[in-house]
T-cell receptor, first 112, second 114 residues
Framework: GNSVTQMEGPVTLSEEAFLTINCTYTATGYPSLFWYVQYPGEGLQLLLKATKADDKGSNKGFEATYRKETTSFHLEKGSVQVSDSAVYFCALSEVTGNQFYFGTGTSLTVIP | NAGVTQTPKFQVLKTGQSMTLQCAQDMNHEYMSWYRQDPGMGLRLIHYSVGAGITDQGEVPNGYNVSRSTTEDFPLRLLSAAPSQTSVYFC?????????????FGPGTRLTVL
């Protein structure tokens, strides 16, 4: 079946630190991969996505590369800001696109 | 565009009561879905719809009913609420439901069942 596993949180970093949030997946086909972000009190919004192997998604300084050989889609940012404090969800969509599978979420707090 | 809207924002029910969570989108999206978010569980798909008149079950459909009579609206019904349905509920929509499509989420409904 399809599933997503992401690193446990919470994660606390100082401003300008390097961020990595690990995400691995299991899929029966060739899924698309996503990172969504949820700010306090809000719904999820798309951060970035990659639709095939070796694609790199990027947005707002965040990056993630679709690694088929390691079934991973790790999220990275070189220098985090206080405004990046949120919960980050890794997700996959199966080939038909009718069902999405989300990880458990990783809470990030960035302190000044 | 209002995007995806959900009502109510908060609701408290007693066990056995029924209610409908409303979801509407104004982006002319064909695909709509309902998720529940529980601590340590991430988001789990309850039901989804690929167009008006078409619905299907997701990962955790028991205790919930849906219908899709228009493209814009996708209400979620709890026929007899149980404490296990205490959760935050999110509605989402996307253009065509394809695997590469971005999902747009509503702000959520926080439901407590006593």
């Amino acid at each position: 079946g399809n599933s997503v596993t992401q690193m446990e949180g919470p994660v606390t970093l100082s401003e300008e630190a390097f961020l990595t949030i690990n995400c691995t997946y299991t899929a029966t086909g060739y899924p698309s991969l996503f990172w969504y972000v949820q700010y306090p009190g809000e719904g999820l919004q798309l951060l970035l996505k990659a639709t095939k192997a070796d694609d790199k998604g990027s947005n707002k300084g965040f990056e993630a590369t679709y690694r088929k050989e390691t079934t991973s889609f790790h999220l990275e940012k070189g220098s985090v800001q206080v405004s990046d404090s949120a919960v980050y969800f890794c997700a996959l969509s199966e080939v038909t696109g009718n069902q999405f599978y989300f990880g458990t979420g990783t809470s990030l707090t960035v302190i000044p | 565009n209002a995007g995806v809207t959900q009502t109510p924002k908060f609701q408290v029910l007693k066990t056995g009561q029924s209610m409908t969570l409303q979801c509407a989108q104004d982006m002319n999206h064909e695909y709509m879905s309902w998720y529940r978010q529980d601590p340590g569980m991430g988001l789990r798909l309850i039901h989804y719809s690929v167009g008006a008149g078409i619905t299907d079950q997701g990962e955790v459909p028991n205790g919930y009913n849906v219908s899709r009579s228009t493209t814009e609206d996708f209400p979620l019904r709890l026929l007899s609420a149980a404490p296990s349905q205490t959760s935050v509920y999110f509605c989402a929509s996307s253009y065509g439901g394809g695997s590469t499509d971005t999902q747009y989420f509503g702000p959520g409904t926080r439901l407590t069942v006593l």
